[in-house]
């Protein structure tokens, strides 16, 4: 097992824009390795835990990747209720946007359910949102044009048909 080593503290801006330069590369694990080394060093730096986030979440269409609850959980850890709530909405937007590409039985349900979070987080940040900030009412209408225009997303019944019925 190896021991990771401490990036120094003086390094961490040019590492932040090598893991938003990763990010843009398509590699998201190697900006989400970036991050975490980040965050080793400053706990606190959110401008990393938002990087983070944003590289977890470019993960979701791949087979493996990180649980969208588990990513919820690292939005929760930022220190303003607009970010926790705007980021919060990103995690779960991606996390319905990946489901989309999925099959299987359920899959379109849990992609409304994730939307609707998105929404209902996106309608938070845009209350706490400084004026003329107008990024969550931005998402929120991109969720509800993708709801509005895919007829077959939608909430799961309340009680569904078992197999026995």
Same mark, same amino acid.
């Given at each position: 097992?190896?021991?990771?080593?401490?990036?120094?503290?003086?390094?961490?801006?040019?590492?932040?824009?090598?893991?938003?330069?990763?990010?843009?590369l398509?590699?998201?694990?190697?900006?989400?390795?970036?991050?975490?080394?980040?965050?080793?060093?400053?706990?606190?730096?959110?401008?990393?835990?938002?990087?983070?986030? /944003?590289?977890?979440?470019d993960?979701?269409?791949?087979? #493996? +990747?990180?649980?969208? $609850?588990?990513?919820? =959980?690292?939005?929760d @850890? /930022?220190?303003?209720?607009?970010d926790?709530?705007?980021? #919060? +909405?990103?995690v779960? $937007?991606r996390?319905? =946007?990946?489901?989309? @590409?999925?099959?299987?039985?359920?899959?379109?349900?849990?992609?409304?359910?994730?939307?609707?979070?998105?929404?209902? =987080?996106?309608?938070e940040?845009?209350?706490?949102?400084a004026?003329?900030?107008?990024?969550?009412?931005?998402?929120?209408?991109?969720?509800? =044009?993708?709801l509005?225009?895919?007829?077959d997303?939608?909430?799961?019944?309340?009680?569904?048909?078992?197999?026995?019925?």
């Amino acid at each position: 097992m190896f021991e990771l080593k401490k990036l120094h503290p003086g390094a961490i801006e040019k590492a932040l824009q090598k893991a938003d330069r990763y990010r843009l590369l398509n590699e998201p694990a190697d900006a989400e390795s970036i991050c975490r080394d980040i965050l080793a060093v400053e706990p606190g730096n959110a401008p990393a835990r938002m990087a983070l986030i /944003l590289s977890l979440t470019d993960q979701f269409v791949r087979d #493996g +990747g990180p649980d969208p $609850e588990q990513v919820l =959980r690292e939005s929760d @850890g /930022l220190g303003t209720a607009y970010d926790r709530a705007y980021y #919060g +909405g990103i995690v779960c $937007e991606r996390a319905g =946007r990946a489901l989309l @590409g999925r099959s299987g039985f359920g899959v379109l349900y849990g992609a409304y359910e994730w939307f609707r979070r998105a929404m209902d =987080r996106f309608e938070e940040a845009e209350r706490l949102a400084a004026p003329g900030d107008a990024s969550a009412l931005l998402r929120w209408n991109t969720c509800a =044009r993708l709801l509005n225009t895919r007829r077959d997303l939608e909430p799961e019944p309340a009680s569904a048909p078992t197999l026995l019925e």
